[in-house]
T-cell receptor, first 119, second 113 residues
Framework: EAGVAQSPRYKIIEKRQSVAFWCNPI?????LYWYQQILGQGPKLLIQ????????DSQLPKDRFSAERLKGVDSTLKIQPAKLEDSAVYLC?????????????????FGPGTRLTVL | GNSVTQMEGPVTLSEEAFLTINCTYT??????LFWYVQYPGEGLQLLLK?????DKGSNKGFEATYRKETTSFHLEKGSVQVSDSAVYFC????????????FGQGTELSVKP
């Protein structure tokens, strides 16, 4: 079974530029998460999708970050404009998240991440 | 609010030593608890989990017991190997909040031969 795919793996940009990350979850997984992991810290949830609807985006800096999951499969996360403090690894994860509810015991499967450096 | 606190690293041990990585949490209700591991150059992967008080999660020789009275979920292994060198993350999933994970800051483990 293929895992969670993310691209690019690395990205270096100047501050104030824009950048986009792509994630393809495990086939059939309804729930998709984006996390931000700053060096030396644990991952922090940015946004959660159930199919193509947003479940939780309370920690997404909406003035510069946006995300979408058209057709309920793959997803893109965009930053525009980037700031120095956005330098981090952006992780995508997915779970089955079956319709009708979320199970906190579901295993989240993580992709390899995209390492963003903002200069 | 919900939060997870782990012991700071790095932790350096000799092969076959006993490992404990402390993890305590703050949460409302009854969260599920997890340990994730990140090996060098790889993505995060689930190591073990426990979903209710007094549950013990185990995998690959690692164990952790969900202790509600002390709000702890300490990771233990009786005899570590060089291949266990990695960063270990304790995490909780709050009850009825969509399955999201709240992570501790991670503890780096280095095992020397």
């Amino acid at each position: 079974e293929a895992g969670v795919a993310q691209s690019p793996r690395y990205k270096i940009i100047e501050k104030r530029q824009s950048v986009a990350f792509w994630c393809n979850p495990i086939s059939g997984h309804a729930t998709l998460y984006w996390y931000q992991q700053i060096l030396g810290q644990g991952p922090k949830l940015l946004i959660q999708f159930q199919n193509n609807g947003v479940v939780d985006d309370s920690q997404l800096p909406k003035d510069r970050f946006s995300a979408e999951r058209l057709k309920g499969v793959d997803s893109t996360l965009k930053i525009q404009p980037a700031k120095l403090e956005d330098s981090a690894v952006y992780l995508c994860a997915s779970t089955e998240g079956l319709a009708g509810g979320f199970s906190p015991t579901d295993t989240q499967y993580f992709g390899p991440g995209t390492r963003l450096t903002v200069l | 609010g919900n939060s997870v606190t782990q012991m700071e690293g790095p932790v350096t041990l000799s092969e076959e030593a006993f490992l404990t990585i402390n993890c305590t949490y703050t949460a409302t209700g009854y969260p599920s608890l997890f340990w994730y591991v990140q090996y060098p150059g790889e993505g995060l992967q689930l190591l073990l989990k426990a979903t209710k008080a007094d549950d013990k999660g185990s995998n690959k020789g690692f164990e952790a017991t969900y202790r509600k009275e002390t709000t702890s979920f300490h990771l233990e292994k009786g005899s570590v190997q060089v291949s266990d060198s990695a960063v270990y993350f304790c995490a909780l999933s709050p009850y009825n909040q969509g399955g999201k994970l709240i992570f501790g800051q991670g503890t780096e483990l280095s095992v020397k031969p």
